[in-house]
């Protein structure tokens, strides 16, 4: 199983500042044939399920605020919150869809400093 | 708009079985592959397997396949999940989550959207 390890496990960030997660996979997750990272990014509310912010490691996903962005590749991916709102206070999950089955990292726990 | 409802929360014995469902709404059910997952207390995210609602192929986890059987039905737009044999290491919320693009045989694919989550608590 490709195992996906993020940090850190928490971070605290002030209102309007960046918000910086990485997550590394242990197997490469670029698919050479068509130059793709096969990697999502969600977002976990208290209370709620997960909701899909990015995909292809830097689609984001409609109706998704530009403050979020995905960058990296083959094993290193980071999710950036540029300026964070009290709406962000959530935990992050990076997910791998490059092979069966289906995994995910820890989580980053996002809080308001 | 594209939703998946899920049924109410369950407490079972060690030994049971649980059955879980998740009603589509807003979409071509028959279109897009459901998949389940679980999240135990302090865990991460844990796929379990798929389902195509097309024609009923199933694809399941390894660690899954010997007490996971996935199914659905098409006349109500339902899919259902069930684990046997349960112990307290399944007490989690189970998740259902639909394939992020139409797809009739199976492959990787984010997933997207998830219904609202299903706590099953397994204990004496």
């Known amino acids: 199983d490709i195992v996906m390890t993020q940090s850190p496990d928490s971070l605290a960030v002030s209102l309007g500042e960046r918000a910086t997660i990485t997550c590394k996979s242990s197997q490469t997750i670029l698919y050479n044939s068509n130059n793709k990272n096969y990697l999502a990014w969600y977002q976990q509310r208290p209370g709620q399920p997960p909701k899909l912010l990015i995909y292809?490691?830097?689609t984001r996903e409609s109706g998704v605020p530009d403050r979020f962005s995905g960058s990296g590749s083959g094993t290193d991916f980071t999710l950036t919150i540029s300026s964070l709102q009290a709406a962000d206070v959530a935990v992050y999950y990076c997910q791998q869809y490059y092979a069966t089955p289906l995994t995910f990292g820890g989580g980053t726990k996002v809080e308001i400093k | 708009q594209v939703q998946l409802v899920q049924s109410g929360a369950e407490v079972k014995k060690p030994g049971a079985s649980v059955k879980v469902s998740c009603k589509a709404s807003g979409y071509t059910f028959v279109s897009f592959g459901i998949n389940w997952l679980r999240q135990a207390p302090g865990q991460r995210l844990e796929w379990m397997g798929w389902?195509?609602?097309?024609?009923?192929?199933?694809k399941y986890a390894q660690n899954f396949q010997d007490r996971v059987t996935m199914t659905t039905d098409t006349s109500t737009s339902t899919s259902y999940m069930e684990v046997t044999s349960l112990g307290s290491e399944d007490t989690a919320v189970y998740y259902c989550?639909?394939?992020?693009?139409?797809?009739?045989?199976?492959?990787?694919?984010?997933?997207?959207?998830w219904g609202q989550g299903t706590l099953v608590t397994v204990s004496s």
């Open positions: 292809w490691a830097s």
């Open positions: 989550a639909r394939d992020a693009f139409p797809q009739y045989s199976y492959a990787e694919l984010w997933l997207d959207p």
């Open positions: 389902i195509s609602p097309y024609n009923g192929d199933t």
